[in-house]
């Protein structure tokens, strides 16, 4: 016999809805979600640097870049 796992009644089943969600909890905290778009190139090379300093973390590595990023402001 099979059994299912209770879910949450506040569970949500598509993407796009978690995506939302963290989107609207990260505003309201001050903060922001990053999104990147990135082709197989540089892909290749977040994913090396995952797997050298982040044990192959990529929202590690890409985390680690943004801190590397100058203030809002600052001139370079």
């Not at 922001?32 to 982040?54: I, M, Q, W, Y």
């Amino acid at each position: 016999m099979v059994s299912r796992k209770q879910v949450p009644t506040n569970y949500d089943y598509t993407g796009k809805d978690r995506v939302e969600r963290q989107r609207k909890a990260l505003a309201e905290a001050g903060g922001g979600r990053v999104e990147a778009h990135l082709d197989a190139d540089e892909l290749a090379k977040l994913d090396a640097l995952a797997a050298t300093s982040f044990k192959g973390s990529r929202r590690a590595a890409l985390k680690y870049l943004v801190q590397q990023l100058p203030e809002p402001g600052i001139k370079a």
